[in-house]
């Protein structure tokens, strides 16, 4: 477009200082010939650049179907994959609201982030819970085997004598085992 207001300025400006716009002035046989090979190289190269247009509009199209189509994707993907439901509704949200490169470039990192965060938490979270389990496993350890102590003392101190001797009343054995 500015190379065509340029060329336009230029020849206003010869068509003034050499008048070529006097109604008086003919064009000779030279003259109109070469008119006549200007406009058809305008009007070949006009149509070549709305070739080139077409064709660019043509391949934006198709790109935006491929965008639309990925974007369909990815919300699929996050239906089906996504169980953090604020986790997910950021990233649909996200995948919708931008439209620049750039824009989905810092989508990217943000969400990343995000989720390296989730799963540090998460990661927080188990270790918390094992700890917890491990002190649970080893209370209900610390207890079975208090109990088969007990268990193995309770013949020795319900003995009665008799007669013939010391008695058991309560007669049983108590497995050992391996932790």
Not at 3 to 9: G, I, K, N, W
Not at 32 to 39: C, K, S
Not at 86 to 104: C, H, N, P, S, T
Request: overall charge negative; proline content about 2%; glycine content about 2%.
């Amino acid at each position: 477009m500015n190379e065509t207001r340029r060329v336009l300025q230029l020849w206003n400006s010869y068509v003034r200082v050499h008048k070529l716009d006097d109604p008086f002035l003919e064009l000779s046989d030279s003259d109109a010939e070469f008119m006549r090979e200007i406009v058809y190289r305008l009007e070949a190269g006009s149509q070549d650049v709305i070739r080139r247009l077409e064709q660019q509009r043509e391949a934006i199209g198709k790109e935006r179907d491929k965008v639309t189509a990925s974007r369909q994707r990815f919300r699929e993907f996050c239906q089906r994959q996504v169980q953090d439901v604020k986790l997910r509704e950021m990233a649909e949200r996200g995948v919708e609201a931008k439209d620049a490169y750039a824009e989905f470039q810092e989508f990217e990192a943000m969400m990343r982030a995000s989720i390296l965060k989730a799963n540090q938490i998460a990661e927080l979270r188990m270790q918390t819970e094992d700890q917890k389990l491990q002190q649970f496993i080893t209370h209900i350890q610390a207890h079975l085997r208090q109990i088969a102590q007990e268990l193995r003392e309770l013949p020795k101190r319900t003995r009665v004598r008799t007669e013939s001797g010391n008695k058991e009343i309560y007669v049983f054995h108590v497995p050992d085992w391996d932790e």
